[in-house]
């Protein structure tokens, strides 16, 4: 008897992105702008680029990951300057190579903005379906299927499925089997990856609990406003659209009657008692991690943020939680302001599969399935700046995969998103990884300031940034350069007006004459205030005067830097061939030869940051690789 053939669906694209949460919305807007017939896959299209933790984007050196991913054609910082209630500049009392913007969210805004832009993208399709099995032929990804059986071919594929692969939702005993927010988990793909030798391990984070806040009393915490002149995301938005009203937060602390409640309750967290298998971020502890690793401090911060403009819910920032929900209750009620608060959502615990480090090229490509690239918290890593950042470079690498062009990758000279690539696919991180200021060396450079500087042309060369917004960054460039030129040579002598004037703002008397430039580097005197010397000076835009300040002001340490750079690239720039057989090297040690076979790296750079690679061993593969230049 024959065999009955139950029809399916069947289509073609050139990229499927499996996810749209803020890396698949990166990575599909990318590549759909580039041309190509691009489809996202979501559990549920409500949830597009859906906020589950913390309701803002930016931060200390996030806010700088939001401005490169703009400045090569992303859509965060656009949508943010969309939807913000709440704008400040973080660390503004410190040197301008740890300023970040940090804006708080209306959530529902946010989502809509962006899922609007997607639904109005040419070439993009989205797609509400669970996506089951990768689809992979002779090393190469052909497709994917869905759970109803439906199959997409296409010829590069994008993971990033976020927390949601075998998501489990735990509080106390309480184990829910669903994505954040109650949304459905994705239960089938974890199969299909490991089938096909893709190694996958357990993460976990966490969220504090959403609270009303008609049963706030804000009376016992301190205001936090918004900076009064903002500063937007994107350096496409007008300026004078984003001066508007805004929302406050408020800061209140945990105290010792607090602490009591979670060390007497530390038993029944399922972090503790074991029912949590995965290992949560180093750097965004929950409160029960917080008082058992900083048993010294009597207290901890605890911002209690709006939602949105839509709703009365709050979530409070610093007291994330998987303690039972009883406990959640006794131990907020201790924290002023918060006596006698309701809680809409519990905190909760999320655990997810992601996959084990080793895996991928710094393109964000599997290094044994061709064609198909990963990013955001399916790589190892936290937060939405850091899937979004993620998500732009797999989209941008995809796209030219399909287009057969070199793929894209950012040095730790370049950008922050080159560190942040660049530690995911060469060192061994046990937890989930988070950005931090201090993980780039070269960050005086690298500053959020001078994104549009450092990476617009590169946005232009892949076909992200507009030929109008490329002219002004050349524009600004050669400004930057004239000006800084023409204040080092202009001469100004120590005569009586001068003198008044530097006395007047607190200045030391010249000795003798001086040059603007060198007025500048006086902590107190800027571009602007020196400006009744200058008899040539021009109206320039204000980001271009910020750009000299900080270049005059910081020239030593800028010039320090770069001598480092050049160094740096003197590494990076040795390049190790494709399919290097590191056994043929003699003298290097076995753990080297294990290391540098697992991790395939691109160039000397990038063996030599390998854990496990000594100094050592790098000179020896240095000297071979000389010995051997034109064998």
């Known amino acids: 008897m024959e065999e009955k053939k139950i029809p399916y669906v069947e289509e073609e694209y050139d990229v499927v992105v499996v996810g749209a949460g803020h890396a698949g919305c990166e990575a599909a807007l990318a590549c759909a702008r580039l041309g190509l017939e691009t489809i996202i896959f979501t559990v549920s299209v409500d949830s597009i680029a859906m906020m589950p933790c913390n309701p803002n984007i930016g931060g200390s050196s996030k806010g700088h990951l939001v401005r490169e991913i703009d400045a090569l054609g992303g859509e965060m910082g656009k949508n943010i300057d969309k939807t913000f209630i709440q704008s400040k500049m973080l660390n503004k009392s410190k040197g301008p190579a740890v300023h970040s913007l940090r ?26 379906a669970e996506v089951a099995e990768i689809l992979v032929e002779d090393g190469k990804i052909t497709g994917v299927k869905t759970a109803s059986g439906a199959v997409y071919y296409a010829k590069a594929v994008v993971l990033a499925t976020g927390v949601y692969l075998k998501a489990k939702c735990i509080y106390g005993d309480i184990c829910q089997y669903t994505g954040p927010n109650g949304l459905m988990a994705a239960n089938l793909l974890t199969d299909s990856l490991i089938k096909n030798g893709i190694k996958m391990r357990r993460f976990k984070t966490g969220t504090p609990a959403r609270v009303d806040k008609r049963s706030i009393d804000f009376s016992k915490m301190e205001e936090q406003f918004g900076d009064k002149k903002v500063v937007p995301f994107s350096f496409e938005t007008d300026s004078e659209s984003v001066q508007k009203e805004q929302i406050s937060c408020w800061l ?28 949560g971020p180093r750097y965004c502890p929950s409160i029960e991690d917080k008082v058992v690793k900083f048993a010294d401090k009597n207290r901890h911060q605890v911002f209690i943020e709006p939602e949105g403009m839509y709703t009365n819910e709050m979530y409070l920032g610093g007291m994330s939680s998987s303690l039972p929900e009883d406990v959640q209750y006794a131990m907020y009620k201790t924290v002023p302001g918060l006596e006698n608060v309701k809680i809409v959502r519990n905190a909760y615990a999320i655990e997810y599969d992601c996959i084990e ?20 918290q399916f790589n190892g890593s936290s937060g939405y700046e850091e899937a979004a950042a993620q998500g732009i470079i797999a989209g941008i690498n995809a796209a030219r995969k399909v287009q057969g062009k070199e793929m894209l990758v950012l040095d730790r000279s370049q950008a922050y998103i080159g560190v942040l690539i660049d530690d995911l696919v060469t060192k061994e991180s046990h937890e989930p990884y988070r950005m931090m200021t201090s993980r780039a060396e070269y960050r005086l450079l690298l500053r959020q300031d001078n994104a549009d500087l450092r990476l617009s042309k590169i946005g232009y060369e892949i076909g992200l940034i507009s030929k109008e917004r490329y002219d002004y960054v050349c524009y600004k460039e050669k400004v930057i350069k004239e000006e800084i030129e023409r204040l080092n040579k202009y001469a100004i ?20 004459g001086t040059t603007l430039a060198e007025l500048i580097r006086r902590p107190e005197l800027d571009y602007q205030k020196i400006s009744h010397f200058d008899d040539e000076k021009k109206d320039l835009p204000e980001d271009i005067v910020e750009q000299i300040n900080i270049n005059i002001k910081y020239d030593g340490y800028i010039s320090r830097q770069m001598k480092q750079v050049a160094q740096f690239k003197k590494l990076e720039n040795k390049k190790i061939p494709e399919n290097f057989d590191y056994t043929l090297v003699s003298s290097l040690r076995k753990e080297a030869v294990q290391k540098l076979t697992l991790y395939k790296p691109i160039n000397i750079g990038q063996a030599s940051r390998i854990s496990g690679v000594s100094p050592a061993d790098i000179s020896v593969l240095l000297i071979y690789m000389e010995q051997h230049k034109n064998k």
Not at 268 to 277: A, D, H, N, V, Y
Request: aromatic share 8%; no cysteine; glycine share 8%.
């Open 103 to 128: 804006a708080q969210a209306d959530k529902q805004e946010y989502t809509r903005e962006m899922r609007k832009t997607l639904e109005n993208t040419d070439n993009l399709t989205i797609r509400q």
């Open 252 to 279: 209140t602390y945990t105290n010792e009657e607090t602490h009591k409640i979670i060390r007497d309750n530390i038993n029944r967290s399922p972090l503790f008692s074991g029912m949590i298998e995965g290992t």
């Open 357 to 376: 480090y080793g895996q991928l090229l710094p393109s964000l490509e599997f290094k044994n399935i061709s064609g198909l690239f990963s990013a955001g």
């Open 493 to 512: 002598g120590a005569n009586k007006k001068v003198q008044e004037f530097l006395v007047s703002v607190g200045s030391t008397p010249l000795k003798t």
